[in-house]
């Protein structure tokens, strides 16, 4: 039963579908992509969005990170990362969806936008970020004693958001005004699995400086995740 | 005893009669509640502090908001006339469509509508393509989810009533029996089946509905001018 995954260092989508597999003891082949030069396998089994990462099992490409981790918590039952109760799963499938939808989006736009349309956005970013405080208050982690579901979706805060801001010259994650989620952030990227699996923090910046650039340079700021 | 099921929604929204749809599919009874979006009630604010928005379902007086993880809920909770395939990679398949329409497909359907000039015709072959590839992938399927209406169906709903009334209100053409002959079919099937049929608003209602709207857009524009 083989498992192939085509991922590409920096990206935070791969590694959260690392960690799920990780998480599980499963074993993968990990396939290198040149998101700026892709092959033609990563095109054949991801035509539609043409993107990392891509998990193939037995041949079959599965795409979406959060539906791959979905996949592999549906096909290996070992160490489950949703819960099994069905009102708490959709707890945790409302706040990963919350974590994409305002939080990532609103980092993303200013990530790709200069002036007044990235201080919109930076604004944007800090108000999403106060539900997500207020939901980890009293838990050390989003899914309670160990991290599940959420965890891994919004992990790329924890370590990927600091490159973000330290490109950007900006603060988002103030301790004062986030202090639960500060406390999360230190306690996620202790947790084995995630520490043993993080891109090297300071060959970031560098590859995430190059990508503001092509981003600001195409003509609507199509991006690359 | 069951729980009570009750369905905060507004009569307008292609988002809240995915829900009820999938209601219906499994006959669940429920209690639907309108919501006036411009004056929203203190329940509808306490249920859904978060996005404030419709729809939201209520059971046994827990709420889950977003049309989406509502419907991943149904599913679980009602297990008769399944919405999702019982096999993993099926079931990733259909919610990756799933993201797809919610995504890249209403958004930008719903863009080329109420947007102008250079925009909107890139808008428009850009909502064509998506079109395209969702008549690729339904294929000779009668539905989405193979001989009855599955998750990806419900998600498309939009693609029912709503995407014939906006293309009339805007004047544009972007989805008809002559361009994409499959999913025009499917179209029908979607709103004859019982179980949609009563969930669906009367189109004249909603084209009135959405014509105020376009005046009202109007009205504004000219006002700034």
Redesign the interface.
């Given at each position: 039963m083989e498992v192939k995954l085509f991922g590409a260092w920096p990206s935070p989508f791969v590694c959260r579908v690392e960690w799920a597999l990780k998480i599980k003891g499963i074993k993968y082949e990990y396939i290198e992509e040149d998101l700026y030069n892709k092959s033609s396998s990563l095109l054949k089994y991801s035509p539609?969005n043409k993107q990392v990462p891509v998990l193939l099992?037995d041949g079959?490409p599965?795409?979406?990170s959060?539906?791959?981790i979905?996949?592999i918590d549906?096909?290996w039952k070992q160490n489950p990362i949703l819960p099994t109760d069905?009102?708490r799963?959709?707890?945790a499938?409302?706040w990963a969806?919350?974590v994409e939808d305002k939080f990532y989006e609103s980092v993303k736009r200013a990530f790709f936008t200069e002036g007044e349309e990235q201080k919109v956005a930076v604004e944007l970013a800090v108000e999403a970020l106060k539900?997500l405080d207020q939901e980890l208050k009293g838990k050390k982690f989003f899914g309670g004693e160990e991290i599940g579901f959420v965890d891994l979706v919004a992990g790329w805060i924890a370590h990927w958001l600091g490159v973000v801001e330290e490109v950007l010259c900006i603060k988002v994650v103030d301790p004062e005004n986030f202090p639960s989620l500060c406390a999360w952030m230190k306690n996620f990227v202790e947790v084995p699995v995630i520490k043993e699996n993080l891109p090297a923090r300071d060959q970031m910046p560098g590859f995430y400086r190059m990508l503001r650039q092509s981003g600001l340079a195409s003509c609507d700021g199509k991006q690359q995740s | 005893m069951a729980e009570e099921v009750k369905v905060f929604g507004r009569w307008t929204s292609p988002f809240c009669c995915r829900v009820e749809i999938a209601l219906r599919l499994k006959g669940v009874p429920y209690e639907y509640i309108e919501e006036d979006l411009s004056n929203k009630s203190p329940l509808l604010l306490e249920y859904n502090p978060v996005h404030k928005k419709v729809p939201v379902l209520v059971h046994g007086g827990k709420p889950i908001a977003e049309s989406l993880v509502v419907l991943e809920y149904i599913e679980e909770t009602w297990r008769r006339n399944p919405i999702l395939p019982e096999d993993p990679h099926r079931r990733a398949m259909a919610r990756f469509w799933t993201k797809f329409i919610d995504e890249k497909c209403m958004p930008i359907m719903w863009k080329s509508l109420w947007s102008e000039g250079e925009m909107q015709l890139k808008l428009m072959e850009e909502t064509k393509e998506n079109l395209s590839i969702l008549e690729r992938e339904l294929n000779s399927k009668k539905f989405f989810g193979g001989n009855s209406i599955g998750l990806v169906d419900i998600a498309a709903s939009f693609l029912s009533c709503w995407t014939e009334v906006l293309q009339e209100v805007a004047g544009i053409s972007l989805f008809g029996e002559a361009k994409h002959p499959i999913l025009f079919k499917w179209a029908n099937e979607f709103m004859s089946s019982d179980a949609v049929k009563v969930c669906l608003p009367p189109k004249d209602e909603l084209l009135s509905h959405f014509r105020a709207m376009k005046e009202g857009m109007s009205a504004t524009k000219a006002g700034q001018n």
């Open positions: 539609i099992h079959r599965i795409i979406e959060m539906v791959i979905e996949y549906d096909t069905p009102y799963r959709a707890m499938r409302f969806q919350y539900p | -």
